[in-house]
């Protein structure tokens, strides 16, 4: 999302990042976009999102993702993440405990996710969590149920 006026740079979403290239290019977009924020006066980006797209239903998630594969999205999410704080603006994980696995907007509604605790560990929770391999030390909670 893009809450910056015509006059500030509209850094590619992670779709496009992931899809132009390696995890360096990651790191460009945060520091352009942490530039930008401090710019401005802003010090915390509630970004970015380390959901892994492994629902092809998900109606919400889709280009927002770096990629669908944790290893993918924790390589990308971890540059994003340095290039804000490389510029002095905290950077938020989301969404907490997963995202992408969902078959409907949580804007509009409460999704229920119903799946083992196992698939957690090895899908969603790896990009998000520090000492499982996750980035960052804030995280955005996501509006989902889970059972």
Known sequence: MVRLDSDGVNVPGAMAVAAAGGPELAGKAG????????????????????????NPDNPVIGVRSYGDTPEQVGAYGAEMIRGLQEN??????????????????????????????????RMELPPLCPGRGGRGSRRYDGACHFP
Do not use: I, W, Y
Not at 31 to 47: E, I, K, Y
């Open 88 to 121: 002095r603006v905290l950077a938020c994980a989301k969404h907490f405990p997963g995202h992408g696995d969902t078959d409907m907007d949580s804007h509009l509604s409460l999704p229920r996710v119903a799946k083992p605790v196992e698939r957690f560990e």
């Open 31 to 54: 520091r352009m976009t942490g530039r930008q924020l401090r710019s401005v006066g802003v010090n915390f980006d509630f970004a970015p999102v380390m959901d892994v797209n492994c």
